[in-house]
C-alpha cells in the first residue's frame, strides 16, 4: 500500500492537530499542569499551538497525497478536569506528485479531553465530535480525482508533556466517511510539538 500523507486530524492535533482515534491507557481524568509537579495549573482559556514536528504526516492509504505543513491550536476549557476544543487545524503545501491537493478539517471545534496516564507528566489525548454524525474528519481534493473524507468518532492519543510537550499518532485508524473510489480505510501517523508548556496531572 502507498502512503496517503497528510495529517489527518487533527490533528490536532492538530493535528490536529488532531486526532485523529478507544481511551488508550487513560486510567483518570488529569489536570493540565505549567509544570512537572504541578505548582501551576494552566490559565482557563489558554490557548494550545502545535506544529507537525517532523513533516510531512502521513496516511497510509492510496495513492500517496502529502502535506509538509499543517498547524492546529487546542483551546483550554477546564485546566482542572483537562478539558478543551480543537478550534483549528490546518494544513498547507499538499500534493499527490505533481498535482496540488487541497485538505481541509471538518465539523470543527472538536472535543478534547486529556486523561492522567502511568507516567507523571505524560497522558492520553481524547478527541471527538460534537456529534455522532459530525465526527473529525480531513476532507482530501486533488484536482477532483481524488475527493474523499476520512476520520473517525473517537481519537486517543499519547501526550508526552514537558516544556515542549508532543502528542502523536501512531498507526491510528481511519475510515473513509464519504468519496467514491476511496480506500475504505487508512492508518494516521504524525507528531505535533507545541512551545507552550504541558504536564498532565
Known sequence: MKYLKILGLAVVAAMA???LFGAGSASASGQLCKDSVCASLLANGTNING???NPPAKLTASPEVQC?????NIKVNNSINGTGEVTALTFGTCKTGNTACNVNALHLP??????FSATTGNGTLTVTGKTVNTPPEAQVN???FLNCAFGNNLFSLPIVGSN??????NGVSLLKISGFLCPASAKWDATYQSNTPVFVH
Open 68 to 72: 509538509n505543513t499543517s498547524s492546529t
Open 51 to 53: 506544529n507537525i514536528s
Open 164 to 169: 515542549t510537550p508532543t502528542v502523536t499518532a
Open 110 to 115: 472538536y472535543h478534547a479531553t486529556a486523561d
Open 17 to 19: 492537530l488532531t486526532a
Open 142 to 144: 486533488c484536482a477532483g
